[in-house]
């Protein structure tokens, strides 16, 4: 009988236990801590590290399955002269050998696909602390997945609480995706470039074009270089308890990408050996203003652009890709921007380019 009563209570504890398995939820949202943990949400999707890189101090967040986190634990303490105390992030795309999956990043700056790259971000502060809240982007030379990236480092600071600054000095301000920016420059073995918004927000959506395409046209960054991640998050110098991603999307289109948009080319005029083609009119034609455009169109063989104005042209083949520049990405619904280029070709040939197309 005591082999009975064992044998019913083992199956008893086993049914117990699995009872308790079952009731586990699936992809549970988990509360980091250690200074380099990580984990992966939405199916690996996209992947949150607590990333506690410039300090010793505490710190954890609690990691929600939508895409964002909150961070709950944070005693950091550092001097506002210096660096801050960690990052943590949630991002897309590779870092340090950990990757998220379906980004298709690495991706070269002048790939056609570049262009329609999008990401969105909604963010929740506190009152108090010395933080950033900002998006950081890296490019490489190289499909680097591994390692420091060594091209450039593009911040976007949507809002920051204490006295912080980027790495550098400001060079500039600007107005993009939306907004007017300060904006920044240094260099710590690869080029900072940091974007400093004018008036605070707790989101944005845009492309990621929108804000390369300003780095190039001030020569701290290159179209043959790689995207290899993008990352949003914050910069804690002093706390940090309550700063939060509400929710956090990276892909091609975006969550709120402004409809479509139609490009027209006009031959202005042409000779034996060459044309100019002005304007090139583009047009929003969606319903919800467009941040950023990418116009392609083919380049027939034997071409050569000389030169171009009023957009940022890069040639793969036969494709020329063109990006809006840094004065004209905005487009409210129906409303216009125009660029135009010039080209040389052999003698006795009269083609132009054709086929173009607009995202």
Known sequence: MRNAHTHLLIGAILALLAGCLVAAPAQAAPVLCDKYASTTVQNGRYVVINNVWGADTAQCIDVNQNGGFTVTQA???????GAPASYPAVYAGCHYATCSTGSNLPMQASSPSFGSLRTAVSMTYPSGGVWDAAYDIWF??????????????????????????PVGSQIGTVNLAGGTWQVWYGNIGWNVISYVRTSPTASMDFTIDTFLSDAIGRGYAQRSWYLTSVQAGFEPWVGGAGLAVNSFSFGSGGSNSGGGCTAAATTQSQWQGG???????????????KNGWTVTFTLPAGHTITGSWNATLSVSGSTVTARNAGGNGTLAPNASTSFGFQATRPGGNSQVPSGYTCA
């Open 75 to 81: 005693a950091h303490n550092k001097p506002t002269n």
């Open 140 to 165: 490489d030379p190289t499909p680097r997945t591994d390692g420091q990236n060594t091209g450039a480092e593009i911040m976007v600071w949507l809002n920051r609480m204490g006295s912080i600054q």
């Open 275 to 289: 044309y100019v083609i002005q304007p090139v009119t583009v047009t929003n034609t969606g319903s919800a203003t």
